[in-house]
């Protein structure tokens, strides 16, 4: 079982990113998907997920700016991120939070 993100970098403010995760060693389509961050000296915390009846769901700081979505054939969730802030500086987790699979992170720095 494997989850893998990709996708992060180094963007300046307003930027945008595309986060990919993908999965192996289960059936995607039947999860629910989530993405996480954590940013230095701070607590891990839920960014979106994507359910497996096609809803989504996205903390009040990211709304409008990020979109998640997933390609179950593909095995693919990925994070559309959009006008990037400093403060969405962070790693980049993609998790199954139902069997408890993490995958390593990866990292967005926004900086001018």
């Known amino acids: 079982v494997q989850l893998q993100a990709s996708g992060g970098g180094l963007v300046q403010p307003g930027g945008s990113l595309r986060l990919s995760c993908a999965a192996s060693g289960f059936a995607l389509d039947d999860y629910v998907i989530g993405w996480f961050r954590q940013a230095p000296g701070k607590e891990r915390e839920g960014v979106s997920c994507?359910?497996?009846?096609?809803?989504?769901f996205e903390r009040d700081s990211v709304k409008g700016r990020f979109t998640i979505s997933r390609d179950n054939a593909k095995k693919t969730v990925y994070l559309q991120v959009n006008s990037l802030k400093p403060e969405d500086t962070a790693v980049y987790y993609c998790?199954?939070?139902?069997?408890?699979?993490w995958g390593k992170g990866t990292q967005v720095t926004v900086s001018s």
């Open positions: 994507s359910s497996t009846d096609g809803s989504t």
């Open positions: 998790a199954n939070p139902v069997l408890d699979y």
